[in-house]
Nanobody, 123 residues
């Protein structure tokens, strides 16, 4: 099981980025996959999560209405579209799964993590 997150970068406040999480060794559409982030000096938190068991989607309150999680099953990839970015969104972003159908966004659950991608929002 491998996950590779990419698409981070430097963006100005109000800008947009799309993160991609390429999965290999498992079929992502059958499992919950989530995006998590960790800012310097802060605990890791769940940003968004998409479940396969019931189709539910979780968003951190602070990103609701700005971020959208989606899948491309043909590419075995999960995306995180991030709009109206603010400096508070600056963090290393990770994708992860615990290979179950449901994904809650709790960072304590996933067993498999990809290397993070840095998102920096700054003017």
């Amino acid at each position: 099981v491998q996950l590779q997150a990419f698409g981070g970068g430097l963006v100005e406040p109000g800008g947009s980025l799309r993160l991609s999480c390429a999965a290999s060794g498992f079929t992502a559409e059958y499992y919950g996959v989530g995006w998590f982030r960790q800012a310097p000096g802060k605990e890791r938190e769940g940003v968004s999560c998409i479940s396969s068991s019931d189709g539910s989607v979780y968003y951190l309150d602070s990103v609701k209405g700005r971020f959208t999680i989606s899948r491309d099953n043909a590419k075995n990839t999960v995306y995180l579209e991030m709009n109206r970015l603010s400096v508070e969104d600056t963090a290393v972003y990770y994708c992860a799964t615990d290979l179950v159908g449901y994904c809650s966004g709790n960072p304590n659950y996933p067993d498999y993590w990809g290397k993070g991608t840095q998102v920096t929002v700054s003017s």
